[in-house]
C-alpha cells in the first residue's frame, strides 16, 4: 500500500464507513497521540472525545484481567452514541473513538482487522 501509516487508516475509515456508518472515527494512541481521524464531530471536541475514552480506560482497569473490557457505549439523549473501542495495534494499545450513525458494529471490526495488520 501507498502512503503514509495515517492516510491508509484515514482511506479504510472513510471507506469501510461508507460515509454513513459514523459521523466521525478518531484513532489514539496510548500516549493520547491522534494517529488518524475521519469526520466532523459535529457534538464533541476531538480533545474531549481523547480525555474521556482515557478516564474509561483507568476504569476498565479497576475490572481487572478477569473482566477485560474491549468496548465501552454510552448512549445520550435523542439517541446519540459515542463507543470506545479498545485494542492493541501497531505494538501498542489505542483506543477508537466511533461516533456512529447507523448500523456500524461490522464496518468497526473490518477497520480493526486492517489496523491490526498494519
Known amino acids: 500500500m501507498n502512503g503514509s501509516l495515517q492516510e491508509q487508516i484515514e482511506s479504510a475509515m472513510v471507506?469501510?464507513?461508507?460515509?454513513?456508518?459514523?459521523?466521525?472515527?478518531?484513532?489514539?494512541?496510548?500516549?493520547?497521540?491522534?494517529?488518524?481521524?475521519?469526520?466532523?464531530?459535529?457534538?464533541?471536541?476531538?480533545?474531549?472525545?481523547?480525555?474521556?475514552?482515557?478516564?474509561?480506560?483507568?476504569?476498565?482497569?479497576?475490572?481487572?484481567?478477569?473482566?477485560?473490557?474491549?468496548?465501552?457505549?454510552?448512549?445520550?439523549?435523542k439517541n446519540q452514541r459515542i463507543a470506545f473501542h479498545y485494542f492493541h495495534a501497531l505494538g501498542d494499545q489505542v483506543v477508537l473513538a466511533v461516533l456512529p450513525q447507523k448500523a456500524y458494529r461490522r464496518a468497526l471490526k473490518k477497520l480493526i482487522r486492517f489496523i491490526s495488520t498494519l
Open 15 to 77: 471507506r469501510l464507513g461508507e460515509g454513513t456508518r459514523w459521523n466521525g472515527i478518531f484513532l489514539f494512541s496510548s500516549e493520547g497521540l491522534l494517529l488518524a481521524g475521519q469526520g466532523n464531530p459535529s457534538l464533541y471536541r476531538e480533545g474531549d472525545l481523547l480525555e474521556f475514552a482515557f478516564s474509561l480506560q483507568e476504569a476498565t482497569r479497576l475490572l481487572g484481567e478477569e473482566v477485560p473490557v474491549k468496548e465501552i457505549v454510552l448512549r445520550g439523549k
